[in-house]
């Protein structure tokens, strides 16, 4: 198996003191690639360089709906600059997050909006985080959509939602990712919206550090390396050989990302 982990937070503080041994498991156990994903201004600076260490590791910049409050022109303005250095694969992650509603929704909207713009003229694909917040991000892209025309690719990172929502994700030609969530004994939801994303839509992801998958739950800091006990149980969900599985996914990843 060649996986690639389609979004990954290794410059977080709990993987970046240890990077080196992170990825060297990841490569023993088959995860190839990786797009370590910023959030904020601080962290995406941090991607890039990280990507640029590695090879095979790519970077995506963006500021996370937590952070919509703090964000001035001058912020966007780095993150565009920022976005055009070689190894930015995408913007986000992005999007609305009315669970926690960290940052008012009205600022949430605004720099998911601009966000899209800087994607769109940059001609590079978005990833976005939601939750409890699915209309009104398929509104925001619809609109979007609308008038400026087409992005060059959407995902729903880490998704969690139902077989219905699925349906109008695929509908609207997005792609949508998994992490090891799909494994938790709660997500029965989640699974029955596996059920009908075909393999050359869907991604993997760990969203590392968080949400080791199981059986390694105890695990309490995820990294790359625990992927492939996703990537198995998506395999057995689909009813697909896991080798052609993972050859699959990897392909829709590469072809999302334009990976060469
Ligand atoms: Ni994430």
């Keep these: 198996m060649e996986l690639i982990d389609t979004h990954c937070h290794l410059t977080f503080e709990q993987l970046a003191g240890d990077i080196e041994a992170v990825v060297d498991r990841s490569r023993a156990a088959g995860v190839v690639g990786w797009i370590t994903v910023g959030t904020d201004p601080e962290q995406n600076r941090k991607a890039v360089e990280l990507a640029n260490r590695f090879e095979n590791m790519y970077a995506?910049?963006?500021?996370?709906?937590?952070?919509?409050?703090?964000?001035?022109?001058?912020?966007?303005?780095?993150?565009?600059?920022?976005?055009?250095?070689?190894?930015?694969?995408?913007?986000?992650?992005?999007?609305?997050?009315?669970?926690?509603?960290?940052?008012?929704q009205q600022d949430q909207r605004r720099v998911f909006e601009t966000q899209l713009e800087i994607a769109r003229e940059l001609n590079l694909p978005v990833i976005i985080h939601c939750r409890?917040?699915?209309?009104?991000?398929?509104?925001?892209?619809?609109?979007?959509?609308g008038v400026k025309g087409r992005l060059k690719g959407v995902v729903f990172h880490c998704f969690s939602g139902s077989a219905r929502q699925a349906r109008i994700v695929l509908d609207h030609g997005f792609y949508i990712s998994f992490t090891g969530v799909v494994t938790f004994k709660n997500a029965e939801k989640t699974r029955e919206a596996v059920k009908i994303v075909p393999a050359d839509r869907l991604m993997l992801e760990t969203d590392c550090p968080y949400m080791s998958p199981a059986p390694m739950r105890k695990q309490k800091i995820n990294e790359p390396a625990l992927m492939i006990h996703t990537a198995r149980f998506l395999a057995e969900l689909k009813e697909m050989d896991p080798a052609d599985f993972a050859r699959a996914v990897t392909a829709a990843g590469k072809s999302?990302?334009?990976?060469?």
Excluded: N, W
């Design 256 to 260: 999302f990302f334009d990976l060469p």
């Design 132 to 145: 409890e917040a699915f209309d009104e991000t398929i509104d925001i892209l619809e609109q979007f959509i």
């Design 60 to 104: 995506a910049v963006g500021i996370h709906p937590h952070d919509a409050k703090d964000v001035t022109a001058g912020t966007m303005a780095e993150l565009k600059e920022l976005a055009r250095s070689e190894k930015v694969v995408a913007i986000g992650e992005m999007g609305l997050d009315f669970h926690y509603d960290f940052s008012p």
